[in-house]
């Protein structure tokens, strides 16, 4: 039989405490708690069961109706599979004490019994799988916002560290120090298991109360394996390899325990695939420094992406750490619970693959795409999230939400190795809230009338800097949607190009509202054939246009920006 998968977060959820009170309201360990089950089943026809708690008292829990079949264990009654969770105790009974839950109906046999502190208590019920005890100290977090299980990187990489990060997983840095150097005939799967294993068990021997994390990216080209650029000629070469060619990125990684055994490893594969580029642009992207600690000599979250024409697998991977398998790996290891910001790097990867299709269909490279991420009312640990997860680009809707916000994402990205996104404005401008704008955006893609266009030219010089901007154009002719109508975009084109801090990087769309995202291509269509009228892509390289709904659509149509923020982030908070 095999044993009934153990998912705390997904058995109980701590409500209100015997005087009614909601246990949120609450530091742990100040009451007991009652608990309710709504998903499990009801052992023995029974309501309650009884948690030995401490070493003197008992609780009864509450169960909800049966909603998953018992199990029979041998020739006895059908019965639940063990069920744990944590309850808040006083301090009298000793809170964070090990306690189990047994239901009433069965009762305990010797050996189904363990010891805790030299006493035992009844706790096996399910004879397929070896008896558990839970430590209330290590699994709090799961209900109650307190830290769960330590979890140790055995890596210095600050993409590792920010991936773990954007999943709300909080972890602790203890580089390891081993021999990186691949071993004669050992192949790529093989070499990044054997080093995320071995890092993982070098910490280990340090770190004995902790789950350990250890990972190993390496980037394969052909046969050989191309590692980290001594210096900058170095970095050159490499990249000059791998542009016009595909490559494979293989990352492993390992997880062992606090008794040195290796818990759980997953090896995933990645294939990339470069466009051509000119020696001097592989040079002055050099010249930056960023690909000069990275695998391959390039970084896919960052400048780099520029090179990148397509992907094939997981993206996270290329980046360092393929962060749905290793939040599996940790669920099979019960190590700490993901925060809630955990999907944003799951959604981001299959809004990618979806790009990545559209773009096949189409015939274009990815290169060619600047994916924003729609942040308009979302909370900051959900935009850092994506941020950290790879996404380069934010776009915001109103003025003094983004003055809020781009500060304090900053501020929330220091230290992570994770570069500030550069952020697009995307709603209705006034002209009085162009000086909140100018100053933070790499992008207004909202301007419509030269007066709007004037006032950013002024902020923008002001600021001693240059701003890009997109001609918001109504397609539609929508009364009440923003944007010039397509026969005034000449003259307003014309108006634009006497402005000194401002670069015309193109025009943007917000078409109208459809059922299905076929209904809006004529008016993407629209949008493209107008700028071939206007000069083309050399006039005007930018096409904004697509959201969360229709974004394919617009790929397919040619759109070179795309605005995607539900799909990726979510609800937005009301």
Same mark, same amino acid.
């Given at each position: 039989?095999?044993?009934?998968?153990?998912?705390?977060?997904?058995?109980?959820?701590?409500?209100?405490?015997?005087?009614?009170?909601?246990?949120?309201?609450? &530091?742990?360990?100040?009451?007991?708690?009652?608990?309710?089950?709504?998903?499990?089943?009801?052992?023995?026809?029974?309501?309650?069961?009884?948690?030995? #708690?401490?070493?003197?008292?008992?609780?009864?829990?509450?169960?909800?109706?049966?909603?998953?079949?018992?199990?029979?264990?041998?020739?006895?009654?059908?019965?639940?599979?063990?069920?744990?969770?944590?309850?808040?105790?006083?301090?009298?009974?000793?809170?964070? !004490?090990?306690?189990?839950?047994?239901?009433?109906?069965?009762?305990?046999?010797?050996?189904?019994?363990?010891?805790?502190?030299?006493?035992?208590?009844?706790?096996?019920?399910?004879?397929?799988?070896?008896?558990?005890?839970?430590?209330?100290?290590?699994?709090?977090?799961?209900?109650?916002?307190?830290?769960? %299980?330590?979890?140790?990187?055995?890596? *210095?990489?600050?993409?590792?560290?920010?991936?773990?990060?954007?999943?709300?997983?909080?972890? %602790?840095?203890?580089?390891?120090?081993?021999?990186?150097?691949?071993?004669?005939?050992?192949?790529?799967?093989?070499?990044?298991?054997?080093?995320?294993?071995?890092?993982?068990?070098?910490?280990?021997?340090?770190?004995?109360?902790?789950?350990?994390?250890?990972?190993?990216?390496?980037?394969?080209?052909?046969?050989?394996?191309?590692?980290?650029?001594?210096?900058?000629?170095?970095?050159?070469?490499?990249?000059?390899?791998?542009?016009?060619?595909?490559?494979?990125?293989?990352?492993?990684?390992?997880?062992?325990?606090?008794?040195?055994?290796?818990?759980?490893?997953?090896?995933? %594969?990645?294939?990339?695939?470069?466009?051509?580029?000119?020696?001097?642009? #592989?040079?002055?992207?050099?010249?930056?420094?960023?690909?000069?600690?990275?695998?391959?000599?390039?970084?896919?979250?960052? $400048?780099?992406?520029?090179?990148?024409?397509?992907? *094939?697998?997981?993206?996270?991977?290329?980046?360092?750490?393929?962060?749905?398998?290793?939040?599996?790996?940790?669920?099979?290891?019960?190590?700490?619970?993901?925060? +809630?910001?955990?999907?944003?790097?799951?959604?981001?990867?299959?809004?990618?693959?979806?790009?990545?299709?559209?773009?096949? &269909?189409?015939?274009?490279?990815?290169?060619?795409?600047?994916?924003?991420?729609?942040?308009?009312?979302?909370?900051?640990?959900?935009?850092?999230?994506?941020?950290?997860?790879?996404?380069?680009?934010?776009? $915001?809707?109103?003025?003094?939400?983004?003055?809020?916000?781009?500060?304090?994402? $900053?501020?929330?990205?220091?230290?992570?190795?994770?570069?500030?996104?550069?952020?697009?404005?995307?709603?209705?401008?006034?002209?009085?809230?162009?000086?909140?704008?100018?100053?933070?955006?790499?992008?207004? $893609?909202?301007?419509?009338?030269?007066?709007?266009?004037?006032?950013?030219?002024?902020?923008?010089? *002001?600021?001693?800097?240059?701003?890009?901007?997109?001609?918001?154009?109504?397609?539609?002719? %929508?009364?009440?949607?923003?944007?010039?109508?397509?026969?005034?975009?000449?003259?307003?084109?014309?108006?634009?190009?006497?402005?000194?801090?401002?670069?015309?990087?193109?025009?943007?769309?917000?078409?109208?509202?459809?059922?299905?995202?076929? !209904?809006?291509?004529?008016?993407?269509?629209?949008?493209?054939?107008?700028?071939?009228?206007?000069?083309?892509?050399?006039?005007? +390289?930018?096409?904004?246009?697509?959201?969360?709904?229709?974004?394919?659509?617009?790929?397919?149509?040619?759109?070179?920006?795309? &605005?995607?923020?539900?799909?990726?982030?979510?609800?937005?908070?009301?």
């Amino acid at each position: 039989m095999q044993p009934h998968p153990w998912r705390p977060v997904d058995f109980l959820e701590l409500t209100r405490d015997r005087r009614g009170i909601p246990l949120e309201e609450q &530091r742990l360990g100040q009451t007991h708690g009652v608990a309710r089950a709504p998903t499990l089943p009801n052992p023995g026809g029974q309501r309650t069961v009884r948690a030995a #708690i401490g070493k003197r008292r008992s609780l009864d829990v509450d169960f909800s109706p049966a909603r998953i079949p018992s199990r029979q264990i041998g020739n006895g009654p059908a019965v639940a599979p063990v069920l744990q969770a944590v309850v808040g105790t006083n301090q009298s009974t000793g809170a964070g !004490d090990e306690y189990c839950y047994e239901p009433e109906p069965c009762k305990p046999t010797n050996s189904r019994r363990r010891s805790h502190r030299g006493r035992g208590y009844p706790v096996g019920l399910d004879a397929a799988r070896p008896t558990r005890w839970l430590d209330a100290r290590r699994r709090a977090g799961y209900f109650a916002g307190m830290p769960s %299980e330590n979890l140790v990187l055995a890596s *210095a990489s600050p993409r590792r560290r920010a991936l773990l990060a954007a999943a709300g997983i909080p972890i %602790e840095v203890v580089p390891a120090e081993i021999d990186e150097r691949p071993l004669p005939g050992e192949r790529p799967q093989a070499l990044v298991e054997r080093l995320a294993r071995d890092k993982a068990l070098a910490v280990a021997k340090r770190r004995p109360d902790a789950l350990i994390l250890g990972s190993d990216t390496i980037v394969v080209l052909g046969d050989r394996v191309l590692g980290k650029p001594r210096d900058a000629a170095h970095a050159e070469e490499l990249l000059g390899q791998l542009c016009g060619e595909t490559h494979v990125v293989w990352t492993g990684v390992a997880l062992v325990d606090s008794g040195g055994t290796r818990v759980a490893s997953c090896q995933v %594969e990645s294939q990339v695939t470069l466009r051509r580029a000119e020696a001097g642009e #592989i040079r002055d992207y050099v010249a930056g420094g960023e690909p000069m600690d990275k695998a391959g000599a390039y970084a896919l979250q960052g $400048e780099g992406g520029k090179f990148v024409e397509r992907v *094939a697998g997981s993206r996270t991977n290329v980046i360092g750490l393929p962060i749905e398998q290793t939040l599996a790996l940790l669920r099979e290891a019960n190590g700490p619970a993901p925060g +809630p910001s955990a999907a944003i790097p799951a959604r981001l990867e299959m809004v990618e693959q979806r790009i990545d299709a559209a773009l096949a &269909r189409a015939g274009r490279p990815r290169s060619e795409v600047t994916l924003v991420g729609v942040s308009k009312r979302q909370p900051v640990h959900s935009v850092g999230a994506g941020a950290l997860a790879g996404l380069a680009h934010l776009g $915001e809707n109103f003025a003094q939400e983004l003055r809020d916000k781009a500060p304090a994402l $900053e501020a929330m990205l220091a230290g992570t190795g994770c570069p500030p996104p550069l952020w697009h404005f995307i709603g209705k401008l006034q002209r009085n809230k162009a000086r909140l704008v100018a100053p933070l955006c790499h992008c207004v $893609e909202t301007v419509d009338r030269f007066d709007l266009a004037e006032e950013l030219d002024r902020r923008a010089a *002001a600021a001693d800097r240059r701003l890009r901007i997109l001609v918001q154009v109504n397609v539609d002719d %929508e009364p009440q949607k923003g944007g010039v109508a397509p026969a005034e975009l000449a003259a307003l084109l014309d108006e634009l190009a006497g402005l000194g801090a401002l670069e015309v990087a193109g025009l943007m769309t917000i078409p109208a509202v459809a059922r299905n995202a076929e !209904d809006v291509r004529p008016a993407f269509a629209s949008l493209y054939e107008l700028r071939e009228r206007l000069g083309g892509a050399a006039r005007l +390289p930018e096409l904004s246009m697509g959201m969360s709904s229709d974004f394919e659509v617009a790929l397919e149509e040619g759109a070179t920006i795309i &605005r995607v923020g539900t799909a990726i982030f979510g609800a937005r908070e009301s």
